[in-house]
């Protein structure tokens, strides 16, 4: 199970109400630039995933509740999400929860209605906002946003970023010295910097865990730009590539970057030094274990 | 055919080298059959003549030379370089479908460049291509433009990864462009500096498409093209283009066929007005009208002297009310296709089917796809009164908040001869809104009636009846979508099992899993493809289908936060080339 939580209650938690337990996790991590700071609470999550759920007691059709989770991942809303919780929670591992599905399928007061609400907040839309869906062509659903009367405007925006979610990049980030990695989408950033920024809060590197800074080193961190990516840190970030060698952030354009990385490494800086650095020694298969 | 030819293909088949083998070119020489078969365009049909018997199979590569390929990772640039050494046109699809629809993540693949520098290599003279749904970047553009002194025609179709700039580079260095078609992609907007690409000496255009890109052109540049352009047949403007431009650029093209308008509102004076009247009255041949941005009833009215020879009508971006769109197709008695938003409501699909009898293909887009507003839109009342007054109607897409099984029992009833019947009722998993029931009769008619039903979209409350309705009766069926639909692997197994021509299934959020998957083994292999996305589907089930069928590959994307056993994005193609060598990380081929 790959789920790994920085401080995260116990192991092998598996999925139950693990996207729940995860998203008020990376809440507080402030990884997504677009999330809702009013995220429903963990209850509210599990039984208000847009369309009504079958499962009988415990289905409440609380289309509110759909915001917090797609704000972290992008989440597709799915079959599976239909389901009452209890049968999640249950069967952790559960990858065929068919029986359950056809319950919530075969509900048949599915479906979202809901009045047309303009001052409620772009987090809680209310309509369950489902990636890609109406099939409409992005260009035609884009030319919406162009024809929005202006009280509409703010609404269609957000209804609009929804259908887009990009689907995300996850990649997975481990630093050295801490033994649970943490979870990074690189569809949500377009340059290194607010990459590097985003690791900066995560691993909360200028207070480092693990790190032997004096007070005063690590409030002149928290002003100056990420330095994970200028060399001037205890820590580099490094990244393993498609073939399996690992190279230092930043040299590649952006969108090569996405293309070819598979997973990050926050490496001390000592160890980094056998790494290529600005020149690409891609036959030279760095010596450095993967965590 | 002909018993002789019959007896010398079983002799050639079985040897190549025989004395038999010329034997059937004394009957039949190559030079008669390649001539024969240069008359054959369908690529089907030249599939088919292929497997006929080893001459035939070679007189066929020698006269193709439009070449389509339906699925870029279906077959590799060599192996088709080594088969067709004479192609001028290329038609190339890359993406799964519901890559438009944002479920397809960046940098997922088809990208075209690889293409590109075969073709440059083995086809030097290539004048056309065609692409949907493939990545290509401005590079790419710039080595097209520069690699084929004969290029004629460029046609992207939903298609990323470019911008501006690389039009640029077609403008200027392809000197014999007939056609630039640039429709819906996703592309980079830096500016309309690209139409002022074109030399003065461009005269060979004859289409010109860049209605979905946004930036200003310069209005100079294009009146003068547009004036060089004597054979120029199809204009399809963007929003910049104002009113009063486009009545300058109709005095100088009244022999277009089809015309896209800019933005259709703008303070005219009465002369301006009277001028743009006349302006459309003058263009006598005009089949197809699209744009019409903000078109309002003080300025259709215009329109209504070129009605009569209109054939498409194509007003899915203009938000008309129903009398606005009743006016219009009163004088359009000749519609054969006509494409509207959801804002003309009911009313005005009624007057569609009392004033357009010829109608053949209808769609109805929604306004408003994200409820947001208290908006109507269409019910099955509208759909309904177009089937009773287009007894021809064979295309219809149509999206919508609430329909009846006994509605579509009745419209397939009145329009028996559906191809294509794309039904989107937008709320998953919604009911009969009067009987409360799923909608599994509605679709299980629309089977039983249509018999020549090609491609089928079902939406709505669907069990597996649906899908057993679907196997049984759709014999003709080739490309099925389903979204949040089905209740068992059944559903899946019974369309599997039954539709015999099917080529294409695509399958978002629906109960179908490891059972389902598996029962197509045999199948997916006679398909071009198959789309799973969040279904029941595990690792373990796909990895068996792709070490059962080396032929077939099987990819599969996870989504974040899913148990490392989903396989929550599958993809599955039949293809000569292998497992392809440039997925990128997130995608993992089995």
Known sequence: ?291 | MDPKLKKTKDSSSNSANSPDSTHSSFLFPDEVLERVLSLLHSHKDRSSVSLVCKDWYNAERWTRTKLFIGNCYSVSPEIVARRFPRIKSVTLKGKPRFSDFNLVPQYWGADVHSWLVMFAKVYPFLEELRLKRMTLSDESLKFLATSFPGFKALSLLSCDGFSTDGLKAIATHCKNLTELDIQENGIDDFGGGWLSCFSENCSSLEVLNFASLSSDVSFDALEKLVRRCKSLRILKVNKSISLDQLQQLLVQAPQLIELGTGSFQQELTPRQYEDLETAFSNCKNLQTLSGLWEATSLHLPVLYAACASLTFLNLSYATLRSDELAKLVAHSPNLRRLWVLDTVEDKGLETVGSSCPLLEELRVYPADPFELDLHHGVTEAGFLAVSHGCRKLHYVLYFCRQMTNAAVATIVQNCPDFTHFRLCIMNPGEPDYLTNEPMDEAFGAVVKTCTNLQRLAVSGLLTDLTFEYIGRYAKNLETLSVAFAGSSDRGMQCVLQGCPKLRKLEIRDSPFGNAALLSGVEKYETMRSLWMSACNVTMSACRLLAKDMPRLNVEVMRDEGSDDRQADKVYVYRSVAGPRRDAPPFVLTL
């Open chain 1, 1 to 291: 199970m790959e789920n790994t939580l920085l401080g995260g209650g116990g192991g092998g938690g598996g999925i139950s109400g693990g996207m729940s337990i995860v998203s008020r996790e990376e809440n507080n991590m402030a990884m997504s630039s677009d999330e809702s700071s009013s995220y429903p609470d963990e209850s509210e999550l599990e039984l208000g995933l847009g369309l009504s759920l079958g499962g009988g007691a415990k289905s409440k059709s609380k289309p509110t509740a759909t915001a917090g989770p797609w704000g972290q991942y992008a989440r597709i809303l799915t079959a599976k999400d239909f389901l009452s919780v209890v049968s999640t929670k249950e069967s952790s591992s559960s990858s065929s929860s068919s029986s359950s599905v056809t319950k919530a399928n075969n509900n048949p007061s599915c479906g979202v209605k809901r009045t047309a609400e303009p001052s409620s907040p772009p987090g809680r839309s209310g309509a369950s906002q489902v990636v890609g869906w109406p099939p409409i062509r992005t260009y035609r659903i884009q030319s919406l946003v162009n024809h929005a009367k202006s009280p509409m405007t703010e609404e269609i925006t957000s209804a609009v970023d929804k259908w887009l979610l990009k689907a995300s990049l996850f990649v997975k980030v481990n630093m050295d010295g801490i033994p649970i990695g943490r979870k990074v989408d690189l569809n949500a950033h377009s340059c290194y910097e607010t990459l590097s920024q985003t690791l900066d809060n995560m691993f909360k590197l200028s207070v480092a865990v693990g790190a032997r800074r004096s007070n005063a080193e690590e409030q002149v961190v928290m002003t100056r730009p990420s330095r994970l990516l200028n060399g001037s840190s205890e820590f580099m970030l490094t990244y393993e590539d498609k073939e399996g060698d690992w190279m230092l952030v930043g040299d590649v354009p952006w969108e090569m970057f996405l293309s070819s990385v598979k997973r990050l490494r926050i490496m001390r800086t000592a160890e980094a030094n056998g790494l290529a650095p600005r020149s690409h020694e891609r036959n030279r298969r760095q010596s450095i274990a993967p965590v």
